[in-house]
């Protein structure tokens, strides 16, 4: 039974339920319009419910139906591969392939006569077969052997294991029929009988199966007179190896809290998830020990992986990681903040541990910068400001250097997950030669095929293609597979279907085909991983042992990241051209209000930097007080977050970001009094307090609105430290009365800062007028003066001191009380 040959019919048993009325089959059913009208209305009725009824009935049988070939759209079975035994054959591995899996019922009933095959195709002979073998079409796999029968029955949520082994090859016997080194591609087919239907096929499981060698055959026997076996081994054809170059990443999503200026401490982050990765068994624990490994000297005593190897580090991670070893808290809320609670972190101990391990394995491997925090560089580009762009390229190169100790390799540029497009090259060609290490558009030529030759795109830029298939398999591999966004929609293929053994025997695959296709040009290789790659330490050692092997196999040969710079400048053609006419998934595009918004916030925020100063006590200085923040921008752009999340945390970080740059805008401030001045006289200074909650001077202007009438003495460039800073503001006055004067604060470019401050300024000056009054009256009192003076000193009485002439004294009339005293008599005399 073939699982293509085989067609599900969905015929129905015969119903009771579905009887027409004796009455109703009397009524000509060919004729309908007409005939109805001639039977009784019941009738109609009756036949209009028996045809509902039908249709319910028909439909549950008839609607998980499958073409052949194809699995239903409705699940039934699900067939996971668990392992594949060898994984790489050899010439001296086992001749057996051994494949064994689990076939489970995930549909709603259950499942009769359920057996399974394996089948394969020919050889991958061009690299986007990498990818089509793996999805679609039926029609390049044979069979090898007839099917097995798994169960006679498997009832919902139950399953069933299986094991299916056949030699590589065998004379007249079932055998994958492979006699020469290839990366097969190889089929597990599971057919059943759902209840209700037919049987069909109802599911299929692909893998790649890498042939380094074919081992002999183990039926056959030696040739007559002594002549050697027809089954011998194979060996694969060493005489043209790849140039092979390996950039191991240690890369990470971005986890500093965002919205937070440096000199904030503990340093602050958005979850834990990086304690965890650190620790042993971890993410990032496991791609840094498996490479530890690979290129130590017991492992690799000639370095010959070491040579071909490179680790590419994200400079945000570092930072990440460096800040980690002195202790932090993690916020508790998603977007962060300067003012987000928090909880202390539990990844100190392994974060020291880990950039120890980093230190000294740096010591002895190459290490090139990626673009910080892995941002797009198209979308950079779009940004445009070329401060952000230096952070995000060139001074990459400098953080490594100094967290590291060492000397970084410089001239690559690595696209991990974006095209290379215009604004791109138009980017790197103003940081200075450049070699971009980006994936390689297909081509038609009679087939479809992969361009990886050097083209300069620019006069200072050369790109350096790498096979986006193995890139793209590599990315499939491991705990959290992904397409990369650079992969044609043509060659996706269904990455949630397929088991984590599968998919590691695609990416080993896809590894070593141009090893083993010799007639493929051209001979160089460019293995690029997925930046935030999470394989589990198996995983990560069958990668390494694949590369050793191909090394060691004489299928390839290393060739250092330094080399690769060198040679691609000099092999790119001398006129520039320009790159392929794409612009990027539109699924992993930013949006334009996410743009819009790094614009104007980076704008913003150089322009605060340019206003900051150094701190003499602490050492801090304005740029890297900002940073932080600068850096926020290019997290904001990372393309480690999925290409369906990328413009909501985006915007979220950025968002951030702005509320932390209104903030320190306005931490830098004319205080308010609250109440009114008064000016004693027209020259009486106007006395002011600027406050500074910034940890950095800054340089500050004052801006005073006076009225006319006013006059303000401009104090200029004001720095101003932390803290408050009292000013006495020279001013002039030339009225008396009460006015209104609003008084801002900006930087020395004009950018405000705080709010702008109304005083209420009441002013006693009279002007000329007040002026002459008074020097009139003390020229009229100097006068006097003198005049008394003069009198006494000749001895002459003053005529003020006279008494002036007083009107003529009117009668007295004695007081009648004195009257009667004056004539009261004596006691002597009585």
């Not at 001077?697 to 101003?720: N, Q």
Request: a negative charge; one cysteine or more.
């Amino acid at each position: 039974m073939s699982s293509v040959a085989v067609r599900r019919t969905g015929s129905l048993r015969p119903s009771p339920l579905l009887r027409f009325p004796g009455s109703l089959r009397s009524c000509p059913l060919v004729r309908l319009p007409r005939s109805l009208r001639s039977c009784p209305p019941v009738h109609v009725f009756r036949f209009l419910a028996a045809a509902v009824l039908l249709i319910l009935v028909a439909t549950p049988a008839v609607s998980p139906r499958a073409a052949a070939g194809e699995p239903s759209s409705a699940q039934f079975l699900h067939l996971q591969i668990d392992r594949v035994t060898p994984d790489i054959v050899t010439t001296t591995s086992d001749a057996v392939v051994t494949v064994a899996g689990t076939v489970s019922n995930v549909g709603d009933r259950p499942v009769r006569d359920i057996v399974v095959r394996l089948e394969h195709a020919a050889g991958v002979t061009a690299a986007p077969g990498l990818r089509s073998n793996l999805s679609g079409n039926l029609d390049q796999y044979e069979p090898v052997a007839d099917f097995i029968t798994l169960a006679p029955e498997l009832q919902r949520g139950e399953k069933v294991p299986f094991t299916l082994s056949y030699p590589v090859r065998a004379g007249g016997q079932p055998s994958l029929h492979i006699d020469k080194p290839g990366v097969y591609p190889v089929l597990v087919n599971v057919n059943g009988t759902p209840d209700y239907g037919e049987p069909a096929r109802l599911d299929d499981a692909r893998f790649l199966l890498p042939v380094l060698g074919v081992p002999a055959d183990p039926t056959d026997t030696a040739g007559t007179d002594g002549a050697p076996p027809v089954g011998a081994v194979v060996a694969p054809d060493t005489t043209r190896p790849v140039a092979t170059t390996v950039l191991w990443p240690l890369a990470d999503r971005p986890r500093l809290a965002a919205g937070i200026p440096g000199g904030t401490t503990p340093v602050r982050l958005v979850d834990d998830d990086l304690a965890t990765s650190l620790a042993s068994g971890g993410r990032l624990d496991t791609l840094l020990t498996a490479a530890d490994f690979a290129t130590s000297p017991e492992v690799d005593p000639d370095g010959t992986v070491r040579t071909a190897l490179c680790l590419a580090v994200d400079p945000d991670l570092l930072v990440t990681v460096n800040a980690m070893t002195a202790g932090y808290v993690v916020s508790t809320t998603p977007d962060g903040g300067l003012n987000a609670p928090t909880r202390p972190g539990a990844g100190k101990d392994a974060a020291v541990d880990w950039l120890n391990r980093l230190k000294a394995l740096a010591q002895r491997t190459c290490v090139t910068p990626t673009v910080y925090a892995q941002a797009d560089v198209d979308a950079l580009a779009r940004v445009g400001d070329p401060t952000l762009n230096t952070a995000a390229t060139t001074g990459a190169a400098d953080i490594v250097d100094q967290i590291l100790g060492i000397k970084s390799v410089r001239g690559a540029a690595l696209l991990g997950d974006g095209p290379m497009t215009e604004r791109t090259v138009s980017l790197l060609a103003a940081q200075g030669p450049t070699v971009a290490i980006a994936a390689a558009p297909l081509t038609a030529s009679g087939e479809d095929t992969v361009a990886l030759d050097p083209r300069r795109d620019a006069p200072q830029v050369v790109t350096a293609p790498f096979d986006p298939m193995v890139g793209a398999a590599l990315a499939g591999a491991g705990t959290d597979p992904q397409t990369p966004t650079y992969v044609d929609s043509s060659l996706t293929i269904p990455l949630a279907h397929d088991s984590q053994v599968a998919r590691l025997q695609d990416a080993l695959g896809s590894l070593l085909w141009r090893g083993l296709r010799p007639d493929i040009e051209p001979r160089t290789q460019i293995v690029m991983p997925p930046l935030a790659w999470n394989l589990r330490p198996d995983e990560a050692q069958a990668v390494f042992t694949a590369i050793s092997s191909t090394l060691r196999a004489g299928l390839a040969v290393p060739r250092p990241l330094p080399a690769l710079i060198d040679e691609t400048l000099a092999a790119a053609p001398s006129a520039a051209g320009r790159p392929p006419a794409i612009d990027g998934n539109p699924r992993a595009r930013f949006d334009d209000d996410v743009i819009s918004g790094i614009g104007s916030t980076t704008t913003r925020l150089s322009e605060l930097t340019a206003a900051l100063t150094t701190d003499q006590q602490t050492g801090l200085t304005g740029p890297q007080y900002t940073a932080p923040l600068r850096e926020d921008m290019l997290r904001a752009l990372s393309q480690t977050v999925p290409p369906d999340a990328r413009n909501g945390l985006a915007q979220q970080r950025l968002s951030t970001v702005q509320r932390t740059l209104a903030d320190l805008t306005g931490a830098v401030t004319i205080v308010n009094p609250g109440g009114s001045y008064t000016l004693a006289t027209e020259r009486s200074p106007l006395p002011l307090a600027l406050r500074n909650d910034l940890p950095v001077p800054i340089r500050v202007r004052l801006h005073i609105d006076a009225p006319p009438g006013m006059t303000v003495t401009d104090p200029g460039e004001i720095e101003l430290p932390p803290g408050y800073l009292p000013l006495r503001v020279p001013i002039e006055v030339h009225f008396t009365q009460r006015v209104a004067v609003d008084v801002a604060l900006t930087t020395v470019d004009g950018m405000p800062l705080g709010e702008q401050v109304r005083l209420s300024v009441h002013s006693n000056a009279y002007g000329k007028v007040l002026f002459f009054i008074t020097l009139t009256g003390g020229v009229i009192l100097a006068l006097l003066v003198g005049r008394r003076l003069w009198h006494r000193f000749r001895g002459q009485p003053d005529r003020a001191d006279l008494v002036p002439p007083t009107r003529p004294v009117r009668e007295h009339r004695p007081d009648p009380l004195d009257t009667a005293l004056a004539h009261a008599p004596d006691d002597d005399t009585r």
